[in-house]
């Protein structure tokens, strides 16, 4: 019954008890208060250097170009040094999260023990037993950088906080009444910002410059490890007009493949065509509902059902008997009527 004093009075009245709802109600009191000071009140958590990473994703809009635009901020933040990596992405989709883990791996030159979510569905796929379900190609990711991935508890982002932090901290000071006149643009800024604000500012919590308390991180180091390759790869057949749809956007590819089925790899940012292991045309993402045309990919194309010119008609084939229409020189008739009017003169 929890804390309903109704409920609880009728139950106790049933038991025998005499006194009055009020009664309920000033012995249930100080206990519902005690209950929300210990649901609210956390205790704060610190990790040691390079033990942990807390990840998160923000949504704002921001001015791009001509339009606002949603932009989803994916913040990767150093437990021990507060240090931060910032990106913008059109979603929210595994391939943005795997592409911002890696550039935060490269950004910071390594790999922390562990990183913190809260959940995220694109990579938490539910809980067993009390152990969380993550996306397998998730975990495989994770394998190959060597992290362990960790889940807050359900319900309780507060033990997710310092990467909350930093998500406001980015929007209110990085982007903040800020317009920018492309993405690439937008992730140049978000990184100059970061060098420039973010790793020199003193932090509210541990009173020391990320960039300090930096030196002091001890990270796995990536060496010579390549990229994670992930790709996600669906067959196409080429419509009549050489475009290829892909997620509500179309895409141009040469003509001469106009009919044929091509494969589509799709990595964070672009969409790379092939037709049996051949690269034939490479496009970034685009909005949905976007034609991407490159007007190489249609180089001496004839429009269909053009014809060539036909030749104008030397004589009536009717009148065929009469011969063929002789065909003289403008300038002769021009200086027969010259002539002629000389004479009337």
Known sequence: MGWNGVVLHRELTALGFTGGYQQVQRFLKPRRLQRRWQEAATIRFETGPGEQAQVDYGQLQVWIGEQPQTVHL???TLGYSRRLFTHGYRNERLATLLDGHERAFRWFGGVTLTCLYDNPRTLV???SENKVM???LFEDFARYYGFSPHACQ?????TKGKVESGVKYVKRNALAGRRLASWEELNSWLERWSVEVADLRIHGTTHERPIDRFACERLTPLGGRPPYRYERVRLRRVATDALVAVEAARYSVPVEYVGLMVSVQENADQFEFFHQDKLVARHPKAARHSVVMDPTHYAGLL??????PLAAPRFDPHFAQLGEVMVRDLALYEAVSRSEGDETR
């Open 74 to 76: 994916f913040v990767f």
């Open 125 to 127: 796929l539910g809980r």
């Open 134 to 136: 993550w996306h397998p």
């Open 154 to 158: 359900p319900y309780r982002p507060r």
């Open 303 to 308: 429009r269909v059902g053009a014809r060539a």
